[in-house]
Nanobody, 118 residues
């Protein structure tokens, strides 16, 4: 059982930056880990992932603005978000142990809220 705890959300003005963290109770190297987000009234959307081979994947909507990374130990997943837009406002969730970047994940965090004002 992997426990995931997100932090780092908050309110920021458009063009600003935030870094989200996801602390895992176990080492999350060598598995798919990902960030998703969900805005009110919308479906959950995949944002980014780290693949088992350490390659990264990004949704088109965040490519070039967001950067996913993991600490060297392998217990923390980060999401650096630059050039934020109001449409990035959502609850952000980290997830671990999925079949692919956008697949169904076994473990989820409780989420951290990001609000971007114009």
């Amino acid at each position: 059982q992997v426990q995931l705890v997100e932090s780092g959300g908050g309110s920021v003005q458009a063009t600003g930056s935030l870094t989200l963290s996801c602390a895992a109770s176990e080492n999350i190297r060598g598995i798919y880990t990902a960030w998703f987000r969900q805005a009110p009234g919308k479906q959950r959307e995949w944002v980014s992932c780290v693949k088992p081979n350490d390659n990264r994947g990004y949704a088109d909507s965040v490519k070039g603005r967001f950067t996913v990374s993991r600490d060297n130990v392998g217990n923390i997943l980060y999401l650096r978000m630059n050039s934020l837009k109001p449409e990035d406002s959502a609850m952000y969730y980290c997830a671990a142990q999925g079949p692919s970047c956008t697949g169904s994940y076994r473990y989820w965090g409780q989420g951290t809220q990001v609000t971007v004002s114009s």
